[in-house]
């Protein structure tokens, strides 16, 4: 074999084993979800959450809310009483629009229900900590009735 052959040899190899670790790496992140949050269709909207498996962070929350889309203030904001919820505790809960689970407080409204959502607003649920950013989120609208999930 000549020392050309050679480092074309190594030169192929060196790629493929870059390309391996990269297709390897992109596979690794895309299994690696940290929280997300869902929306069903019924109005109003129950909510509900996921937390990948193999994620290293992100995967718990302390905070829910309920914004109109474009505002600062949140419509509806509860906060988990204990310290956070857990993967295993978000991956089982269902949040309700206006219904404080047993363990959360309502921060916003101070006290009584929050406002109905209406027709043809786009609203954001997120849920997250105080401590990390970006925080799960999922837009929203009500059309004909039902919600509609948005990009």
């Not at 718990?60 to 310290?83: H, N, Y």
């Not at 609203?123 to 009735?145: C, E, Q």
Request: with cysteine.
């Amino acid at each position: 074999m000549t020392l050309g052959r050679a480092i074309v040899g190594t030169s192929v190899l060196t790629r493929r084993i870059v390309i391996s670790l990269i297709t390897l790496g992109g596979f690794a992140c895309l299994s690696c979800n940290g929280l997300r949050v869902y929306v069903g269709n019924t109005v109003p909207p129950d909510f509900t959450f996921n937390a990948g498996r193999f994620a290293e962070c992100c995967t718990d929350f302390r905070i829910f809310a309920v914004f109109e889309e474009g505002s600062d203030t949140p419509l509806w904001r509860i906060m988990a009483s204990k310290t956070i919820v857990d993967r295993a505790e978000a991956n089982s809960m269902v949040i309700h629009y206006g219904r404080v689970p047993d363990w959360f407080e309502q921060e916003i409204p101070a006290s009584g229900e929050p406002p109905s959502l209406v027709g043809g607003k786009t609203y954001l649920a997120v849920a997250g900590a105080p401590s990390y950013v970006p925080w799960a989120r999922v837009r929203f609208m009500i059309k004909d009735n039902r919600i509609v999930s948005l990009p």
